[in-house]
């Protein structure tokens, strides 16, 4: 199975703050990288698909960039809402991992 | 609107069985692979199984491969998941995922608000 490996584990920033979340694959997966968004007793939203498309409806400030092992989930100005968990996925293969989350937190 | 609708979870012993239902609507079922995904309490995202839109294709993980079945009826617009031989780390919230088709491959597009099981004497 293709492992998964977000970094970091716990990310601390400020409302305006521009952070980006790493993540990496244990084999080349192209471009097959989606990150979801999910906030505590809710489901995931999916944010960005093949690795840097972002779905309809999602904010400009959300952007993503990589391809075969290294990907990057940027967001350019924190807003209040966006204190949450993040999470990767590959769908290189139908045998789906997902990373183990980074949790963004209001300094 | 695309809704989906988990239903099923509860409260059931160490060796007991469990069967989730996947209520779809706002969409034509039988054009979109299906899956399940679990969350253990605190954790992270695990996913489960799969089915292709005629239900020729199935997957599953290794921790629930011969325990877990997953199925389907797109005339009813529903996704099931059999779930047999539980364990207390089958304990999560299980949510369905539709999965949207890009080149031969596809990612999870909507997901319902998920149903809780709890595995526990």
């Known amino acids: 199975d293709i492992q998964m490996t977000q970094s970091p584990s716990t990310l601390s920033a400020s409302v305006g703050d521009r952070v980006t979340i790493t993540c990496r694959a244990s084999q080349s997966i192209s471009s097959w990288l989606a990150w979801y968004q999910q906030k505590p007793g809710k489901a995931p939203k999916l944010l960005i698909y093949d690795a840097s498309s972002l779905e309809s409806g999602v904010p400009s400030r959300f952007s993503g960039s990589g391809s075969g092992t290294e990907f990057t989930l940027t967001i350019s100005s924190l807003q209040p809402d966006d204190f949450a968990t993040y999470y990767c996925q590959q769908y290189n293969s139908y045998l789906y991992t997902f990373g183990q989350g980074t949790n963004l937190e209001i300094k | 609107e695309v809704q989906l609708v988990e239903s099923g979870g509860g409260l059931v012993k160490p060796g007991g069985s469990l069967r989730l239902s996947c209520a779809a609507s706002?969409?034509?079922?039988?054009?979109?692979?299906m899956n399940w995904v679990r969350q253990a309490p605190g954790k992270g995202l695990e996913w489960v199984s799969s089915?292709?839109?005629?239900?020729?294709?199935?997957y599953y993980a290794d921790s629930v491969k011969g325990r877990f079945t997953i199925s389907r009826d797109n005339a009813k617009n529903s996704l099931y998941l059999q779930m047999n031989s539980l364990r207390a780390d089958d304990t999560a919230v299980y949510y369905c995922?539709?999965?949207?088709?890009?080149?031969?491959?596809?990612?999870?597009?909507?997901w319902g608000q998920g149903t809780l099981v709890t595995v526990s004497s």
């Open positions: 995922a539709r999965a949207r088709a890009v080149a031969g491959t596809d990612f999870f597009d909507y």
């Open positions: 706002g969409f034509t079922l039988r054009s979109y692979r």
């Open positions: 089915i292709s839109t005629s239900s020729s294709y199935i």
